[in-house]
């Protein structure tokens, strides 16, 4: 409650909310606070640690309805994913630009260990890249873990490889189960693909992220970025007039 209660104002207000401002916002006294935290640092970690964690983003994907099209369950997925890295970039970026260093828990967000600092846009986060612990190898042979089926499903691993779940709470482990529940939405489709779900999943998310990191004010950015409906008619039937044509 506390925390959920101060993180509209940690966006506001960066490290420079008050316990008071809180207490209020949560209908507490401001004393509730400091027995539940040792101090308001702790408090704002707490706060770090809440908006780069997934679990709130992964139950909305957990609960898109795979009846619905393609086309649809992409679109759903990618707003969902949009709005928490915007949420996780404005939270982070709020406390580092106000000056608050204590690093939070692992997440999307942060390079080991530490969030990414703002990346000149008005404090998003940077999203992963790929390169040091950001979103696993397209081709699903590395540091992949067993992929839990959360829609009532037996768990199965998506590379035939027990027992090499990355550490719990880790920021591979959150892309991990990112891009599981990506495919989860893919899998009723899957004859439908000249890839593997688990592969279309990876490009999914790699293009989602990509437009997600990309300065608006890029030298190439003559046109506007890219939408995510045309993200997913990218995805779904590439960029040729006549697929198979060049």
Do not use: W
Request: proline share 10%.
């Amino acid at each position: 409650m506390i925390v959920a209660a101060a993180l509209p104002l940690v966006a506001d207000y960066g490290a420079a909310v008050t316990t008071s401002q809180i207490a209020r916002a949560a209908g507490i006294g401001e004393g509730t606070i400091f027995r539940a935290f040792k101090d308001k640092d702790e408090l704002l970690d707490a706060c770090v640690t809440e908006a780069v964690g997934t679990d709130h983003v992964l139950r909305e994907l957990a609960s898109i309805s795979l009846d619905e099209p393609l086309a649809a369950r992409l679109a759903e997925a990618a707003e969902a994913l949009h709005a928490h890295v915007e949420r996780m970039g404005t939270v982070v970026g709020a406390l580092h630009a106000s000056g608050h260093r204590r690093g939070p828990a692992p997440g999307i967000g942060s390079r080991g260990g530490e969030t990414a600092p703002p990346d000149g846009r008005g404090g998003e986060a940077a999203p992963p890249d790929g390169r040091d612990g950001g979103l696993p190898p397209p081709d699903g042979r590395d540091r992949e873990a067993p992929r839990p089926n959360r829609r009532g499903g037996e768990a199965s691993p998506s590379n035939g490889r027990e027992g090499q779940a990355p550490p719990p709470g880790s920021r591979t482990q959150s892309l991990t189960a990112l891009r599981n529940a990506v495919i989860e939405l893919l899998e009723p489709d899957r004859t439908a693909f000249r890839l593997s779900p688990e592969k279309v999943a990876a490009a999914f998310l790699g293009l989602l992220f990509t437009r997600l990191q990309a300065p608006a004010s890029a030298p190439e950015a003559d046109a506007p970025p890219l939408t995510l409906d045309e993200l997913i008619a990218i995805l779904l039937h590439g960029t040729l007039n006549a697929p198979g044509s060049a």
